[in-house]
């Protein structure tokens, strides 16, 4: 079963299309209170949480991420955890340790487990690529299989579970970047770009006087599971499937891939990324309060479903080319 599927829950009511675009818009705005600009890191963070899929965040410090992810689960009235990834971090600082304590008034010793930050609904892996692969490995098993085991005692993790990880873009000295077979199981890489000048007056504006913006929630957990459910449920044609698979496949460099793929491409995406679009397409959807996905969905999340999973060869560092400029020119060639 791959990281990207969900429990279902067929006793659930499902909501009609109206009251899902009516969450979504009101999870936009809650959101919108708090962050200033970012529409299409905030559209691109829902479409992944409503599919059931984790993300990756690239972008410099102070640009909001942690307020973010925080507002997120406000809104939703979900538990918040932080992680921040350090060289010294222990997988048991993420899953949580046994420990021995003792009954003062048998004397006996029993063993108790001590549940660690993992066990939330919304994560926010601050700085993931700070700390060494075994405690990287620990936090994607966990997320991969929503149980944590320790000492041989598997632990059921809280729904939903949403992992927000970041990477600084900079200060990469000491830093252990993540395995090709790890990064493909973040439904999204998502990019967060400095503000604009009228964004950034606003934000020094809000930030620097006692103004402190209430957000008020707009769904539960239980809530967030149906429509993890509705979402795969959304329908697609023949010719959207066609689509999403023949742009998967033409990232591979190979005898029929496009020049510029075969010139500058190292290793093509794998079939987790035809699967990412095909949810993301099912979830923009079902937030635009539409019945059925189509073409412009697979396109729309494109660039946040390939980015991480197309790797660049010596030649396209060469030339400075990036994996988005690469996508970009295969949207473009493509035609649903």
């Known amino acids: ?120 609904n919304i994560i926010l892996a601050d700085e993931i690529n700070r700390t060494p692969p075994k405690t990287q490995a620990a936090l994607l098993e966990a997320m991969q299989e929503y149980q944590v085991t320790v000492s041989g005692e598997r632990f059921v993790l809280d729904r939903p579970l949403f992992v927000l990880a970041t990477q600084n873009p900079i200060e990469q000295e000491g830093t252990y970047p993540l395995p090709e077979a790890q990064l493909d199981r973040f439904m999204f890489k998502i990019v967060i770009d400095y503000p604009s000048i ?26 967030i599971e149906r429509l993890h459910t509705m979402v ?17 496949r033409a990232t591979r460099p190979g005898g029929d891939a496009p020049e510029n793929v075969r010139k500058w491409v190292r290793w093509g995406a794998g079939p987790r990324a035809g699967q990412a679009l095909l949810l993301g397409a099912k979830a923009r959807a079902l937030l635009d309060g539409r019945s059925a996905a189509a073409p412009e969905d697979v396109s729309a999340v494109a660039l946040p479903v390939l980015r991480h999973r197309v790797l660049m060869n010596f ?12 996508i970009d020119r295969l949207l473009k060639d493509t035609r649903p």
Do not use: W
């Open 1 to 120: 079963m791959h990281h990207l599927e969900t429990a279902r829950h067929p006793t659930a009511t499902p909501m009609t299309l109206g009251q899902v675009a009516e969450v979504a818009g009101r999870l936009e705005r809650e959101l919108g209170k708090a962050i200033v600009g970012q529409q299409r890191v905030i559209r691109e963070i829902l479409i992944a949480f409503l599919a059931g899929g984790h993300c990756l965040l690239r972008g410099v410090p102070g640009l909001a991420k942690t307020l973010l992810i925080k507002t997120l689960a406000d809104a939703i009235s979900l538990k918040f955890n932080r992680i921040q990834f350090t060289p010294d971090l222990m997988p048991s600082d993420i899953l949580g340790a046994e420990v021995i304590e003792e009954d003062r008034s048998t004397g006996k010793r029993v063993i108790r487990f001590i549940r660690g930050p993992i066990f939330a």
């Open 198 to 223: 009228e964004e950034e007056r606003q934000i020094l504006a809000m930030t620097t006087g006692n103004f402190r913006p209430s957000v008020a929630p707009v769904a539960d957990g239980a809530e």
């Open 232 to 248: 795969r449920d959304v329908p697609v044609a023949e010719n959207v499937i066609d689509y999403a698979t023949r742009l998967v």
């Open 315 to 326: 030649q396209a560092e060469a030339d400075g080319i990036d994996a988005d400029m690469v």
